[in-house]
């Protein structure tokens, strides 16, 4: 297949595993785990599709990815994770990202995808549509709690009162059809809404 693609994961041995099974399959492979010089190296290479990782080690691949889509929004970029959650989702589409696929995927699928995407096509997963999406405000709350916070303590790191953090809570449990505070967080998690410290 003769295309030129670029992998930016901080998992040395994910991407070597990764360029070996691509040997053959594809005319240029590149991987690359530091993305600090991503814009520069893109200044002089343009892949036809480029895999990026949602987290490596301090880098959130998300933001890496927005930057690069700023500077040339017309680049064929997928995501490749083992966290195709919710809300990393919806953050990708968002930005203009092609694609969201997980890392548990088969090589030849990975190849048919990254064929259709280089096409035209645009893929990502099928979430629950029913899960209604959180504001800024109450992610951010969401968030707060499941690093431990009480509501008074969320209230006063917000400039806010600790009833509006109830009802923000009450509000953030209807949408996520749960009932309880814990149930939220652990949803939240599963969403991508919530980011627990060891996933950074």
Do not use: W
């Not at 930016?8 to 993305?35: C, N, P, Q, R, W």
């Not at 987290?55 to 990815?65: I, K």
Request: proline content about 2%; hydrophobic content about 40%; charged content about 25%.
């Amino acid at each position: 297949m003769d295309m030129h693609i670029m992998l930016f994961d901080d998992h040395k041995l994910f991407a070597k595993s990764l360029e070996i099974a691509m040997k053959g399959l594809v005319s240029k492979f590149e991987t690359y785990t530091d993305t600090s010089k991503a814009i520069q190296i893109l200044e002089i290479k343009q892949p036809d599709v480029i895999l990026m990782d949602v987290h490596m080690g301090e880098v959130n691949g998300l933001e890496v990815a927005r930057t690069i889509l700023q500077r040339f929004p017309d680049q064929k970029l997928l995501f490749l994770s083992g966290y195709d959650l919710v809300e990393y989702c919806n953050q990708a589409i968002k930005m203009g990202a092609r694609g969201f696929i997980n890392k548990s995927v088969s090589i030849h699928d990975l190849i048919d995808q990254i064929q259709r995407v280089a096409a035209g096509a645009i893929i990502f997963p099928k979430h629950d549509s029913k899960v209604e999406a959180l504001t800024e405000r109450e992610k951010e709350i969401l968030q707060l709690t499941a690093e431990g916070l009480k509501q008074q303590e969320v209230a006063d790191r917000l400039y806010i009162s600790r009833r509006t953090v109830n009802n923000h809570l009450q509000t953030i449990n209807d949408k996520l059809g749960v009932h309880s505070t814990v149930a939220a967080i652990i949803r939240g998690i599963e969403l991508g809404s919530v980011t627990l410290k060891s996933m950074k």
